[in-house]
């Protein structure tokens, strides 16, 4: 007899991105509450399960749900307010001033909110969060139902939900008790970066990572000024402060890392450090190319991140991927680097690794999370099909994403949000881009 | 009393993309048969004329529809072949022997045919075209109702199309004979590069063209191997040698420009020669960064173009508008560099410019042949809106367009292709494509 399970999904060649990167052709997953119960060829898997619900898309291709290892959410409010300058005019006479004036809970909110439809809307199923009000992209994403890693950005200096750092980790350390055990909200512990905090700020955080052995992560060597001013600030270089103060180990998350150089590398790789890349951002900041090949030829774990709309200007995983293989090989003047299976895993299993969610996420394995999406290959660009993987990355735009689980939750189907109301979430962002233009007088 | 014309386009933000840049906010375009007659406010277009057909897309973008100025349009056949390896060995053990066991009329016709049908539903109205047997390009064209400027590509060596350069030429004169006076489909001489053609088949080339005063054009200087070799051959830099056989003119189109450097780029600008800019395919194909703010700079016309599907792999001008923006910012390490202004000119008024059709396309304006788009902005990945050029280079994709009209037909509406029938170009492509995988034993 067929054993009944929550959802079927079939109609496609399954991508499952695990060790040996194997694919069915004709396969189906059953899923079971959060859980993938069963994979394997469609006709055994439908003869061995019955689902009360069936999803069939099919000629599709079934992958695991991508993972975002670097944005700021909520900075979809700021998406396209500022481009084309000099990153400290950028941040200094429209980012700062407009989140100064305007970040508050509710902006938080809808614009993680606003955030978390785009993701699911392109595929992502986790997303890594720093931004203020953190607790508002927590609420957002559990209301959204995605999964995601997140942390309140800590400064030394004031922002607008604490006055001073003490308050900055006691609010991180208010959101690592609020949410522990919860089966998709997970905390870190994110000072910004090394230019606006101070040592004092970076050890208490690792204090309060490792009292609850969370991950720390934060930007990191985003260009080469800012290696050259931390050299100067500490009379060495950054990753052998790092060390020094101990914050560099496995649970360590380095966002960026664009002017590392091979001594970085060797210290990263030694102590098992997490790199997440964020090409997109990168060249439009002109911040320089990140050493990516280099970094995984040391053992480097490295996920891909959009970083926030105010930089990128969307958090479309599908394009940001084929930007990170076309930018390696360009840089490296070299085409068989980064292709596009190994931007396939940044994307997805090496992502949910950097995270250290790599447990419950990444591939499509018999026990980990059902988050998955399910791609719609019958479109005039993406025919014909010779190669999945090549497609995925060459080729697919987030909007050829046709329906996403997240922990066994059908959170999107045939690009119908099912736990978001798209409709309000674009009129509440609209509405605080409206304040957000008077307080720029723009 | 209004008058009455084939269509009114209403509902959005027209960016004219005109010599200063005109935006009319809640504007509309009056179009009759194939021009565009009148374009101002919605309120002042709509009491003068009166439509027989309306198309009113609330809160859309309406802008000229995209020029792609370089392509290889039957290479959809091709996409994703191979990817991520030398360009030698994509070349040799994969392209050119798929070509030459496969391409035949029928792989040209309808290869051609969805490269159309996947243009269109990504906003390009106009493309040119490289290629074997382009008269089925020309007559997929036709009846897709799209522009272009096409030739047939021209080799010492046999193609499948022909045995002697002598035959091409015939062949490319009986094109351009054949298609004078079409309102759509325009030819031009395509020797393929310098490294293919001999000097005699260059100037037999360039004989042709001015017979006709139609442009010529080729692959030139893709990277710094072919400048080497070049140099080497005929014992001077390949801008020389052209200048001195008599190429180099205002009719004279150059695809890649990758291994350009400042004197070559002169005599460019001295010249009036144009270029066109394709970056993801030098990406991909890790052929270095054209120094195109340098030709800009220098008052050099700077088409953008994808190149074809085996080395893209996709047709999308939305990304690759992001691309050319972002890749520019990192290569020169200044992100003011190539302004999201600049880009969107560089795929409309400045690609038409380049391919010599500027006195009928590229921008919106009374008197131009109405190619136009209407891009969707109502979503959240384009949510909110500061700035429109913003969002279209760094934010859409090809999926965001609506509708696209061509000489004043519409040829997609609501995303639904009303020339092509999408699902049988699909279909004859994935059987040319089976009959490519036997021949390859792939």
Known sequence: MAETVDILVAGGTVLTVNDKDSKLEGGAIAVDKDTIVALGRKEDILSAYRGRVTI?????????????????????????????MELMEWLNDYIFPAEARNADPELAYWGSMLACAEMIKSGTTTFSDMYIFEE?????????????????????????????????????EKLIRKWA????????????????????????????????????????LENKAEAKQLREKFGKR?????????????????????????EDIGLFADRGCKVVHNPESNMKLASGVASISAMMKRGIVVGLGTDGCASNNNLDMFQEM????????????????MPARTVIRMATCDGARALGLDSLIGTLEVGKKADLCIVDMNKPHLTPMYDEYSHL??????????????????????????????????????????????????
Not at 60 to 65: A, D, R, W
Not at 198 to 216: G, N, V
Request: glycine share 6%; aromatic share 6%; net charge negative.
């Open 238 to 262: 950054a990753t052998a402060f790092l060390q020094e103060i101990g914050l560099l180990d496995e649970r360590f998350i380095a966002f960026h890392c664009v002017a590392m150089d091979e």
């Open 56 to 84: 069939d898309v099919p000629g599709s291709i079934i992958m695991p749900g991508l993972v975002n290892a670097h944005t700021h959410a909520a900075m979809t409010c700021f998406r396209g307010i500022a481009d084309d």
């Open 136 to 172: 508002e992209a927590a609420k957002a994403a559990k209301q959204a139902g995605m999964r995601c890693l997140l942390g309140e950005v800590l400064f030394d200096f004031p922002s607008p939900s604490f006055k001073t750092p003490a308050e900055g980790l006691a609010c991180t």
């Open 181 to 220: 055990g919860d089966p998709l909200i997970n905390i870190m512990v994110e000072p910004h970066s090394l230019y606006t905090c101070s040592p004092e700020l970076l050890i208490a955080s690792k204090a309060l990572a490792d009292r609850y052995h969370i991950p720390l992560a934060t930007h990191f």
């Open 393 to 442: 990355v060459y080729a697919v735009n987030g909007s050829d994403v046709d329906t996403v689980l997240i922990n066994g939750r059908v959170v999107m189907q045939n690009r119908k949000l099912l736990t978001i109301d798209e409709g309000e979430a674009m009129r509440r962002v609209r509405e605080i881009a409206d304040r957000v233009r008077l307080s720029l007088s723009i």
């Open 322 to 337: 084929d930007t990170a293989a076309k930018l390696e090989k360009s840089a490296r003047l070299d085409p068989t680097v």
